[in-house]
Structures are given as C-alpha cells and as structure tokens.
C-alpha cells in the first residue's frame, strides 16, 4: 500500500473539541479495544487449495458514496484464520533487522567448492530453516492479534460513522496508520526470508498463504481509512475444469448496510476480445452466502486457447445497498492462467509462469527465492498437497540444481534460469503426465536428482545386476539406468532409455521388466535417504502391464 503521511490522514482538530467530549463518549469509544476479540467468522473461510486468487491490490474496491456516506463493500479472496499474540512493531522491526544481520553475516562463506555427495542427505531441516520456522510462526500469531485489532476497530467506527467525532476519527486514523505499518514490517519479513532461506515445504507454504492473508488485511484497514476520510467516488487444458479452487469474500466498510448481493459472476481478462467460442468461460456464475458473504467456485473452466499468452480471472458482483444504491462490484485479477491446447506446450507455458512469478520485471534475483518458487510449482505440477509432500525436492538435490546450472552462485539472471528450465521443465512434464512415473517418484524407485559419477559410486561394491534410475543430465525429461554388469574393465555402466524404448504401450516398467541386465532395483527411502536394494519383480510388478513377453529371456544377456 502507498504511504500516506499521517498529518494528511490526521488532520489537527485542536485541543477544544476533545475538551467536549463527554466522559461517556469517550469510554464508549475506546474500552472495546481492551475487550476479548470479538467472533470474525463473518468475514474469514478457509482455502481449498494453495493456488487460490489472492488479490494485491492495496486500494480494495471502493464505490462511490450516497449522499450520507454509505461505502459500499469489495469482493475479495480470503484465507485461513490463525491464532494470537501481541508485539510492539519497533520490537518486531528490531527483530528483522538482527535476522538480516545473521542472514548476511551467514552468506559469506557460501561460495565454495561443489560438494562430491553420493547420496542423498537426511531431510532435517537446517539451522536456517529452523530458525525462519520460528520468524513464521511469530508472523503467524500477529496476524491473529492483528485480526482482533481489525475487528475492533471495525466496531469502534461503526459507532464513529454514525456518529462523526473528529478527535474520536482522528485517534482510530492513527491506530489504523500503525497497524498497517507493521504489517508492512511483516510482509517484508516473510519476503526476505523467501528470498534468503530455502524453506521445506510446509514452512514456505505457511508463508506463501500469511502474505495473502497480510495483504487482505491492509486492504481492510484501507477501507476503513478511506471510510473515515468520508469517501470519494472511486497452465490449463482448453475445455479443462481449473485445478484451483477460488474462494471469495465480500468485505465492506463498517458502517455498510447490504440489502441485497446479486450471483457472482467469474469474468476472462486478456487481451483478446473476440473469442471464437461464444462461451469462453463456463460453470462461470454462482450464488454468494447472503450472512457469511462467502462462495467458493469449483469447476470453472475455460473453453479457449490464450495463444501462450497470461490471462487472468476477475469476480463481479451487484449489491443493493439500503439507502437504494445498487453498486457493481469486481475483484482484482487472479494468479495468472495460460489456456493450452497440447501437452507439448505444458513445458514452455509453466516456465513462462515460474519466471514471471520468480523475476517480477527484474534481471537477478537471490537463488533461494528462485529455489523456493520453483519448488512451490514443482509441487503444485507434481500434484502434491504444498502442506505436507509426499516426495519433497531435498537439501541435496537443491545443491545439485545449484551447482549445475548456477555455479554455485548467490545470485542467478532471468536467462540462466530460463536454461535452467529447459532442462528441469522436461524433468517436471515427465513426472506430471508420463504412465506410472509419478508414483515410481514419490516411493523412490526413480532416484531423481544426481549425477553420473556419483552413481558410479553407489553402484561400484554392489553386485552384478543391481541397478539405480535417474534422470539423464543431457537429455531432458528422459531417463538413464546405471546398472553393475560383469565387464571387468568397466563394471558400472549406464543406459540411456530412448524414447523408442518406451511408448502408450510400454512403459518404463515394461521395459525394465524385459532386460535380464537389471536384477535388483535400488530403491531410495525419501524419508531417511536410505537405500534398498530389491528384486525388480517385487517391487514393480505391479506396474507392468498384462501383455505376455515375447519369449523367456534367457540366462545370457541380450542386447539392450
């Protein structure tokens, strides 16, 4: 939100109208804000999903007034609640101050030679990690006093509306002036530990769900501002349902009287006007909860191809309001969305959205803040519930991703991350639509993520037929087998799976299932970075199809 300098929003009124103030008045005003926190389930529903529309739009969407002040209210995308506890803002500014320090004291000896690691590390979270756990959580229970702020000053203004009072306005101005400096303190906070830390997955899902909720709470305080200044006129398959849910909340001024609220109607922003489709957008309209002021739209979906371009949703809704006035109401636009045809357009569509979110208009960005949106969007492709993973991207693979394509450095330009991409992307549409690829993934019979020479090393003391699956390091989205054989002179080798190896009709288990050379498949433990060494039969016979072989291979090896 823009600064406002506090003398503008608090303009002096003089010692002479406080003087008449009653005692009355005044104890009426501002007992409530030592009271218990009132009930704001009016106002709050929780999220379905991690990808809902959360607006940023500092100003909310205020109407212009009937001649005695009526604000009308704005439709915005709400978030879970939280809980409580109250902290001194210049103690909180104190506090981000010293973890910047540590952060760029600790940032120093990062630059080192790239690690020869074999296997993959234990998934313990480091100290930088526990420790931006516990910045998160003090965010976290802010948020919740800042909640109880928010709705006691909605009540002390309602009164205040009612009945103007120019210290008593003057007073709450500066009350809400504070609290949204403090959020402004928070967001900060939150942002720079996501552009300084790579968090596990839970933490950064807390954190990308409270800069939602902070921003919808400055836009309350917003609205009440401008409320007291006595307001002024103011990548999915075409034919697809979205994969997110969008929850709506309908917010107004304090002081509002909403007589009627008319369906809610999903709108299509892009730049193309003239769709071929008459219906570009369906399961577009639907009825809002008249008390709560809250829906939640399912199964939008839209019929049209965006051409690779980033389109957006907005919301509208009509409110009569009781003095008569009926207002159109519009949310801010969602996320971004890219409507595609093909799976071959999923790679270059995603990367096109990571990039956009990752740089923002910017050419270089810390690689942790890189680190953290690419594996936001690795787990929203891969279908994982952000909260709680099934096969998170760990510390070591991260090194992996860092040193190979980053060099190790501190900061990365929008075009190595674009390279970056070309290669991961392919990796990432593999997992999303490839037969049995995915759960081979989350259970950990592909290993994933390491380097030729380092599976060499897992695979040099085990014996003849055991084998390791990864991802080829020059082939994207394809996979390479590191198998023992008995060649004396090279005794750990490595097959690259062509693309004519697999097909609709074969997959990777097929095809591993045909090759007498693999015989014992090890099999990574995510958890705990273990590794299990398991006849292949056992372990994936329950992904190969039911076609007979074509003849028993015999007990030479063949081909591969």
Known sequence: MEETDLDEMNPEFGNEFWKELTDDVLDT????????????SEYYLDDDDD????????????????AHGAMAPAVQVKDEDAVARTVDPAHFQQQGQQHQHHQQAAAEPRQQARPAAAHVPLPAISQDQAKARMVIDQVQQLFATQDQHIEQIRQIQQQLVLQPQKEGVRQLQEQQWKLNQQIELELKELQGLHRSVILDPPALHQLRMLLQRLKIQQQKIELFRQELQLPTPQVLFKGKTLEDNYVLALLSGSNVNIQNISKVKAILVAEEKNWKNKKPIENDVQAMDSMKRVLTFHNIKLNVSTRMSMVYLKFAVQVTLQNGGTHTIESAGSSPIIVI??????????????????????????WQHLANVTHTHFLKATRQDPGRPQRRLNHGEFQYIHYKFFG??????????GRFWSWFGQVVQTLRFKRHIANMWFVGLIYGFITKNACTEILKNEEIGTFVI?????????????????DPYERVKHYLVKPEDISSNKSLPDFLREKPQFLYVNQL?????????????????G?????????KPSNGYVLL
């Open 525 to 541: 433990d995510p958890a705990t970075g273990e590794l299990h060494k398991l006849p292949k039969d056992k372990v994936l016979e």
């Open 29 to 40: 005003l501002y007992s409530q804000l030592e009271q218990p926190a009132f009930d704001t």
């Open 543 to 551: 992904y190969y199809s039911k076609r007979q072989l074509h003849g």
């Open 408 to 417: 190790g450095q501190l900061n990365v330009t929008q075009q190595q991350a």
């Open 341 to 366: 045809t093909n799976e071959s357009q999923w790679c270059d569509a995603a990367g096109k959205l990571l990039l956009f979110e990752a740089f923002g208009g910017q050419t270089e960005i810390p």
């Open 470 to 486: 990864r991802f080829s390091e020059n082939h994207p989205g394809l996979f390479a087998v590191a198998y023992v054989d008995d």
């Open 51 to 66: 990808g809902m529309l959360g607006s940023t739009n500092p100003g909310g969407f205020v109407l212009p007034e009937a």
